[in-house]
């Protein structure tokens, strides 16, 4: 049972548009949420995170909102620059428990054509 | 230094080799782990060490063995792989387990079992 979910494989942007990714998740659990970024033959890159007592976060180009009623989080990479191409994954931990270890959805790759 | 190294970057063996895979960091956290990947799928966790003790095994075969000899360094040891073993082992870090933590990731081992 997959309890963080990234329902696109893959997304293709233009460079210099916005790029938007998309997360769900079930555990109502899940308190704190992380976007890793991950070049191939390569080990995922921490990109930003945000804790469910926040519905936004932002750090230069890239945005992390969260809608708690929905149990959904979104990335926004704004603008989209060639170099952003990677697999991009959304995880989430909770405070209780087993919770607190990392859950991965299943990633999204995107493409920014120049 | 938030960098945490991995060798080798790539290893080839047979079903009846023994190999060790090497993880370090220089960060002073406190506690790391080992996380398998297959191709376009997330990373799967395999084991926590918090404070060199084993904290966390997710019913790894035992052809896997870690192994923490000191708080910096974290080996996993492997004898009579399968070629189903073949992915990309990463070693990451926190500075503590728990809820809330951000992982850094190595770059990855890609192992191929013959």
């Known amino acids: 049972d997959q309890q963080v979910k990234q329902n696109s494989p893959s997304l293709s942007v233009q460079e210099g548009r916005i790029s938007i990714l998309n997360c769900d998740y079930t555990?109502?659990?899940?308190?704190?949420f992380l976007w890793y970024k991950k070049y191939p033959a390569e080990g995922p890159t921490f990109l930003i995170s945000?804790?469910?007592?926040?519905d936004k976060n932002e750090d230069g180009r890239f945005t992390v909102f969260l809608n708690k009623s929905a149990k959904h989080l979104s990335l926004h990479i704004v603008p989209s620059q060639p170099g952003d191409s990677a697999v991009y994954f959304c995880?989430?931990?909770?405070?209780?428990?087993?919770?607190?270890?990392?859950?991965f959805g299943k990633g999204t790759l995107l493409t920014v054509n120049p | 230094d938030t960098e945490v190294t991995q060798t080798p970057k790539h290893l080839v063996m047979g079903m009846t080799n023994k190999k060790s895979l090497k993880c370090e960091q220089h960060?002073?956290?406190?506690?790391m782990y080992w996380y398998k990947q297959k191709a376009k799928k997330p990373p799967e966790l395999m084991f926590v060490?918090?404070?060199?003790?084993?904290?966390i095994n997710e019913s790894v075969p035992s052809r896997f063995s870690p192994e923490c000899p000191n708080s910096s360094l974290l080996n996993l040891h492997l004898h009579a792989l399968q070629p189903e073993d073949s992915a990309l082992y990463l070693c990451?870090?926190?500075?503590?387990?728990?809820?809330?933590?951000?992982?850094?990731f190595g770059s990855g081992t890609q192992l191929s079992v013959l």
């Open positions: 945000i804790s469910s007592i926040k």
């Open positions: 960060m002073g956290h406190r506690a």
């Open positions: 060490y918090s404070y060199e003790k084993l904290s």
């Open positions: 555990n109502s659990m899940f308190d704190y």
């Open positions: 990451a870090s926190s500075q503590v387990e728990g809820p809330n933590e951000k992982l850094f």
């Open positions: 995880a989430a931990s909770g405070s209780g428990g087993s919770n607190y270890k990392l859950t």
